[in-house]
């Protein structure tokens, strides 16, 4: 299977704050990458993705950063909020039937 | 609601047991994949049917096998239950390759 890993499994930010959270991916071949939420009992919802033809891109208070050369992908929340306190995943396409590969994910804290 | 209906939400067995987790994927899409999560994991990717047909397999074990049906929904069949198939499992769905996943809020079972 693919590689796709983070470098922080926890994450504690101040409220207002802006949140970053990194993820690292293996293959060289992937062109496709989504940010998923996932909230305590939930199922992964879709934040953001992006595309390898781009190096940026920007959603309502996050931001998506993908760093082809070094295979780093990044997720920035600004001024984080109580309700952005769940767990992050990044997942990766390789457009080998459209699976995805997701990372063990971030737990992000928000304090209040 | 994502438009993506999984049942039952929680499912509680003995080992040795068979289950049946079913999915209805998100009106219009063909598409359904099943990934398992276990505790303080990631989400392994399962299986991918494509409009009926099975279209990529993960690390699936022999024990556990999927079929989508002509209406397009999926049944995930977990026989011969172990204690380690605790977990929660998803199913999601997509509009096809190039396109993000929907998930469903998922089937939590727990083997005993």
């Known amino acids: 299977g693919e590689s796709v890993g983070l470098h922080l499994p926890t994450l504690s930010v101040q409220e207002g704050d802006n949140s970053i959270i990194n ?7 992937s062109d496709y990458f989504i940010w998923y939420k996932q909230e305590s009992g939930k199922g992964p919802q879709f934040i953001i993705d992006i595309r390898s033809n781009m190096d940026k891109r920007q959603g309502q208070r996050v931001t998506v950063l993908l ?3 070094v295979k780093h992908l990044s997720l920035q929340i600004a001024a984080t909020q109580p309700g952005d306190s769940a767990v992050y995943f990044c997942a990766e396409n390789t457009r080998t039937g459209n699976q995805f590969y997701f990372g063990t994910g971030t737990s992000l804290t928000v304090i209040p | 609601d994502s438009g993506v209906t999984q049942t039952p939400k929680h499912l509680i067995t003995a080992t040795g047991q068979r289950v049946t987790l079913r ?4 009106s219009g899409d063909l598409s359904v994949y099943w990934y398992q999560q276990s505790l303080d994991q990631g989400l392994q990717f399962l299986i991918h049917y494509y409009n009926g047909e099975e ?3 993960g690390n699936i074990l022999e024990r ?3 079929q989508q049906f002509p209406d397009l929904h999926s049944e995930l069949n977990l026989s011969s239950l172990e204690l380690g198939d605790s ?3 998803f199913c999601a769905s997509s509009a096809g390759d190039g396109y993000g996943y929907t998930f469903g809020s998922g089937t939590r079972l727990t083997v005993v």
């Open chain 2, 87 to 89: 977990a929660l499992y």
């Open chain 2, 23 to 26: 999915c209805s994927p998100r």
């Open chain 2, 55 to 57: 279209r990529a397999k």
């Open chain 2, 64 to 66: 556990f096998s999927a």
């Open chain 1, 67 to 69: 760093n082809k050369t």
């Open chain 1, 23 to 29: 993820c690292a991916y293996s293959n060289s071949a």
